[in-house]
Every structure is written in C-alpha cells, then in structure tokens.
C-alpha cells in the first residue's frame, strides 16, 4: 500500500512537468486602460502612442472638429499639446516621441511655410530645428529622450541626409550621407545616454544597423554576412544600447533580435512553434521585447518576450471594451521598463482608440512545478501518517 502511494505522487508529478514543457506562452493578467476612442466628441483617429515610464501615452489624433492635435494622456488626465487649428501649426508628424517628463517631441508643418522639430509640455515649447534656417529643409520621425535631447533624421539643404541629435542650441552630427559609408537612413531611436541607433542602407551595398553617440560607432548587424539577409527599418533601442529588431534570415524565415553588436538574444523565430512572421516592435530596458506576429494559426496580436518566456497581450477576435478587436498597431516606444505596452486598436463596432495594457505574469513555470511538487509531497506524507 505504502508502495503505491509512494508512485502515484511521482506519476503525477511527471505529468504536471510534462504539460508546463509543452506550453509555449505564458498566460498573463492583463490589465488594459482605455487611454482614448473615437465614441468621444474630440477624437476622429489615431496615431501609434509613445508611451513613457509613468504609463502615459503621447499621441497624434485627428479631431471631429477638423484638424489634429497632439496630446498625452494616462487615461485620467488629458493635456492638450499642440493643435493644429491655432496659429503656428498645419499639420504634424505621425509618431511623437514622449519622454519621462510628460514633455513630448514632434515634427510639425508650420502655417508660415516649412516644417520644424519642437518638444513641448502644452505650457512651454522649445524649437529644436527648423527647415527654414541654413542646415536642414526636411525631417524624419524623431525621439526624444529623458535630457530633452532630441535625436532626428534631416535632409540637408546642401544635398543628402543625415542623423542628428540636438536639445535646440547644440546639434551633434551622428551620421551622414555624404560620408564614404551610409548612403540612406530610415528613421531612429535615441537613448537617454545620448545613443541613437539606426538603419542604414550601405555605400559598398547591404543593409546594416548601427548605434554611434557621434564619436564612436558599433555595428550591430549586416546583411551579406552568414546570418541576415535584411534587416528592418523598425527598430528600437535601449538604455544600456542593445538594439531590438527584425530581420529576415540567410537560412530562410525572419526572426526578432536584440544584440548590443556583441552579444544576440534571439527573442522570437518564424521557424519555431508557435510565429509564422513578425511586425514592429519595443523594446525596454530589462531586453524585453513588445511586438505584433502572427502565429502559426493565423492569430495576429501582440505579445512580449524576453527569449525564454512569450506572454500573448491581445489578439484579433479578443473582446476589448466590449466588442471584437479587429486591428492592433505599435511604435518603437511601446512598451515601458514596468511592461506595459500602449498600442492603437480598432474594434468591430467601428470604435478606434489608444490603450495601456499592464501585464501581470502569472508565476514562472519554475515556480509553479516547485508548488506543485511541494503540493504532492505534503500530500505523500498525509498518506504515510494515515497508513502508520
């Protein structure tokens, strides 16, 4: 008798090991706030957010009044920061940059003619660039990080393109066009250190991506070599300079990496169990990565992972605020270093808006086996006590 109860807990124990082995994600609480949505009689559409480390949103939206306006939001509070019906502005750039602060960083067109980089807090602006003075006549989506430095890709007035960073009184040359290097940009991502990562479409040919502070340059990633075939525009980097992003493999499929041109951390691979392809992503300070995929059935949502552990955030076809989601989208500022992750939806009864997700992990594998053997092992001991 003793015998028997002795396999059972050991049998049971197996079992419980082999199913938390097979599960590819981890289930997670997911809190999500509704930051803003068109059923308002302010909003018409979005922009992907930015999102900083307190959990507010920056975004751009278009107004049921006419126009566009750019404004942050928690959920709670809402401050206005720029619109384009008063006198300065016509129009803004598609993704702002917020920053720790609550200030936001933007391009705008101006009502004067050109268009201009500017950070603002919806009480004081600061103009960074401008397209009509004697440097720059045209600018890329920027970022802006906790110094209030904003980091920015310009098209020169003297021919060609470059990547800048610049606080509106000193601007540090990161990299050039005209160099015998770099012979086109995509757009950028700076840290608080001063580091701007970015694309770069090579004079000698080849994709590459890179980090540089304007002195010293790493190479993250090239095509041409034994692993990357290309490399995607979307990136995003982080405080201690590891760049996230996606690329497209020699050996065939695409996959989500994280590399600080040292060392890489595969994050996610269409080639494994559970992604089919991959879409932009965020990356935060601890390597966790937020993103859009689609699985191997066919469900396109978003996720986070850190290489080992793959949380499902939303899905199309989950019920949000009440209705069917039938699209999701994020930007490279996404996700902050608590885990939350700030996107745009839209829904089937024709709502669309911006929300917070606040992940909470259930506990680890790990932990749970540990709680499960413990479970069975209490349980083993009982039968011993009653059996004596």
Do not use: H, W
């Not at 050996?251 to 996610?268: D, K, Q, Y």
């Amino acid at each position: 008798m003793r015998k028997t109860n002795a396999f059972i807990p050991l049998f049971l124990l197996l079992g419980f090991a082999a199913l938390l082995a097979a599960a590819p994600t981890v289930r997670a609480q997911i809190t999500f706030t509704n930051i803003a949505d068109t059923s308002s009689p302010t909003y018409d559409g979005f922009g992907v957010p930015s999102l900083n480390t307190a959990g507010t949103l920056g975004f751009r939206a278009t107004l049921d009044a006419g126009g566009t306006g750019l404004f942050t939001s928690n959920g709670s509070a809402t401050a206005t920061i720029a619109l384009s019906s008063g006198p300065t502005y016509s129009s803004f750039g598609p993704v702002p940059s917020l920053n720790t602060a609550g200030t936001l960083g933007f391009m705008a067109n101006l009502d004067a003619g050109g268009e201009g980089l500017f950070t603002s807090n919806g009480t004081t602006t600061t103009s960074i660039a401008l397209g009509s003075g004697p440097s720059y006549s045209s600018f890329g989506n920027p970022s802006l990080n906790t110094a209030g430095t904003l980091g920015f890709k310009a098209n020169l007035d003297a021919g060609g393109t470059g990547l800048f960073t610049s606080n509106g009184v000193t601007d540090t040359p990161i990299a050039l066009a005209s160099s015998p290097t770099y012979a086109f940009f995509g757009d950028l991502s700076l840290n608080s250190g001063g580091t701007v990562g970015f694309f770069a479409q090579l004079d000698a040919g080849g994709q590459g991506l890179f980090t540089s502070n304007g002195t010293s340059t790493t190479t993250v990633a090239l095509t041409g070599g034994p692993t990357y075939s290309s490399v995607g525009t979307a990136l995003s980097l982080n405080v201690a300079g590891v760049l996230g992003f996606r690329a497209t493999l020699d050996a065939g499929g695409e996959g989500l990496f994280t590399s600080n041109g040292t060392t890489t951390t595969t994050i996610a691979l269409s080639s494994g169990p559970i992604f089919s392809s991959f879409g932009d992503l965020s990356l935060n300070a601890s390597g966790l990565v937020g993103f859009l995929g689609v699985t191997d059935l066919g469900e396109f949502g978003l996720y986070t992972s850190d290489g080992t552990t793959t949380t499902k955030v939303i899905q199309v076809g989950d019920v949000l605020f009440g209705a069917q989601v039938t699209n999701l989208n994020l930007g490279r500022e996404a996700l902050n270093d608590s885990g939350q992750l700030g996107f745009t939806y839209n829904l089937g009864d024709g709502r669309s808006g911006v929300a917070l997700a606040t992940v909470v992990p259930e506990p680890s594998s790990a932990l749970l086996l540990a709680l499960g053997a413990g479970a069975l092992v209490a349980r083993r001991r009982n039968c011993k006590r009653r059996n004596a």
